[in-house]
């Protein structure tokens, strides 16, 4: 029987021998392979893990120990250690999550999948700990990468403030984040990766000079006392040191021996230490180890013996993007990007390879991103950020206060955003177009195709006194949606055919296809409807009001929060405008969305053609006096929803 199948929790690892435990290392692996190929998923951040992990779950008790996973992408070993090995529907509604998840697990403490937030949960843990009395231990495991973020380091400022206070900080350093770690801090960590250390300079010398007559020994002692500046020289690790935090390491994070003595020496320490393990992303799988990109941080479906993909979904939405970012770097030369350690994600790598010193990449420092882009600006350049959209919202106080308030000709470009669903909760970019409409002069365009991306992003980089946003969705973009006409600054993608039209649909960036579905539907019920493209979905259009009054009914259909997004903005826009038109808003309603496909999320919400035309019918036959629940199941009678 294999050795996985008879772990069901932690206390089950206690029974196993040093060599059964290596047998259990490689069969994670080999299940980890197997199962994510099938599904999808973070891959190569869990190989590196394996033994890691395994160590973790034999020194601490959890879930009495409290072990928090920074981000989460790598908690899947964690997982089968703690009773769940279904992998079958990884991702997947109904089953489990890509992060750690309170519903699925008592051994889960926390859900954070946004990088560098472990050391504060852990440093609050801690203190709640102390204050009542608790004999429980924290540890938090925090990779190399994550440590580039503030907030990493504020917590560690905070932390080593109390001498006393019982927190293990593991730093799982493979060198990368994504892609590999930059920065003063990665050197640092390379700095100590690849000196002998103190101790062994230490004993060598020990032996030699306690061989010395007469001055040997004293002069033994003086080099000892001098501990911290010998150390400094020899395995420079003083900058935690200096912070006040007892510095473990570096340890081979795939001894399995190694690891569980540092840990035991950790835990018995009584105040906070740094544990520093080496790992290696992708191990034990060779294709993982020869992609230098990301060693298989995230894949999608793969083939296992070799790791390339089963399908290809064509051109997305990323790659159109970062094709005209290098058309753009060739014909300006004040064009520089920007990423936080996501430079392939975001699709700046073809233009960091051919303008590899027009590119920054600020690690896991979405703050500091656009600070710094604030300051390129005012130095001179256009600097184009791009990140996850739901990772714009970090750096919100900066995009208001730094960028937006100087003016400074900064373009955000924000990918995944709207309903992403796999990830979950933390990564569905759902709220950038809420958050973004309270900044003054700030412009957010929405491109609903791939023609729009380049477009759009094209008009974003010519403002040069003001922010300017660009959102996208994720995965494959779809065919060219063609205008037929254009009112003000706003593209028409249907025209009613007569002179009082019903009914305003107003759709925003890629859910065009989706409103031409639904005005079809409704014309089929009599209902004549206009589609219009907004394309900078802020500031509103001066065309928009008396376009509306015109119309019926407006509806607006967005993939962000209904909460002060497009349809609040525009339905504030008719106020002030004096018209008088009822305003029926579609969107994402305010709370966390489950991990699940894409289209399943948005059925889910009823954010589908059916759903909608089913409920613009009725508000028709409403204004017409007639009764509506007839009405409505005509405008969906013999439709079948939208399947993923």
Known sequence: ?????????????????????????????????EAV??????????????????????????PKDKVLWDTGHQSYVHKLLTGRQDFSKLKMKGGLSGYPSQAESEHDIIENSHASTVLGWADGIAKANELLKRDSHVVAVIGDGALTGGMAWEALNNIADAKDRPLVIVVNDNERSYAPTIGGLANHLATLRTTDGYERFLARTKEVLERTPVVGRPLYDTLHGAKKGLKDFIAPQGMFEDLGLKYVGPIDGHDLEALESALARAKRFGGPVIVHCLTEKGRGYQPALQDEAD????????????????????????????EEMVKLGEER?????????????????????????????????????????????TGGVHPVFAVYATFLNRAFDQVLMDVALHKCGVTFVLDRAGVTGTDGASHNGMW????????????????????????????????????????FSKGAVGPAVPAVGRIGGMDVLREPGTDRP???????????????????????????????????VKPVDEAMAPLAERHRVVVTVEDNSRVGGVGSAIAQALRDAGVDVPLRDFGIPPRFLDHASRAEVMAEIGLTAPDIARQVTGLVA????????????DAVDSVEPARD
């Open 502 to 536: 019903d009914v305003l649909l107003v759709s925003v960036g890629a859910l065009a296809p989706m409103c031409l579905e639904i005005a079809g539907l409704l014309d089929k019920q009599g209902i004549s409807t206009t589609v219009v493209d907004p394309r900078w």
């Open 295 to 322: 060693r298989f941080h995230a894949v999608g479906k793969i083939h296992p013996d070799t790791g390339l993909p089963i399908a290809s979904s064509g051109a997305d939405w990323t790659s159109v993007f970062g």
């Open 432 to 471: 950038d177009m809420s958050i973004l409409q309270v900044v003054p002069g700030l412009r957010l365009a929405a491109p609903r195709d791939a023609d729009q991306v380049r477009a759009q992003l094209r008009e974003a980089v010519a403002v040069d006194d003001a922010p300017t946003v660009v959102r």
């Open 37 to 62: 190929s099938k599904t999808g998923g973070h891959l190569g951040p869990n190989l590196g893990v394996v033994e890691l992990t395994i160590a973790l779950h034999r020194v601490f008790e959890s």
């Open 622 to 633: 409403k204004l017409d006096g007639l009764p509506t629940e007839r009405s409505a199941a």
């Open 1 to 33: 029987m294999p050795l996985l199948t008879r772990i069901r929790g932690p206390r089950d690892l206690d029974r196993l021998s040093l060599e059964e435990l290596n047998q259990l290392a490689e069969e994670i692996r080999t299940f980890l392979v």
């Open 333 to 377: 030369e004040d064009i520089v990007a920007i990423t936080a350690a996501m430079l392939q994600p975001v699709g700046l790598d073809r233009f960091a390879k051919r303008f590899p010193d027009r590119v920054y990449d600020v690690g896991i420092a979405e703050q500091h991103g656009a600070v710094s882009a604030a300051g390129l600006a």
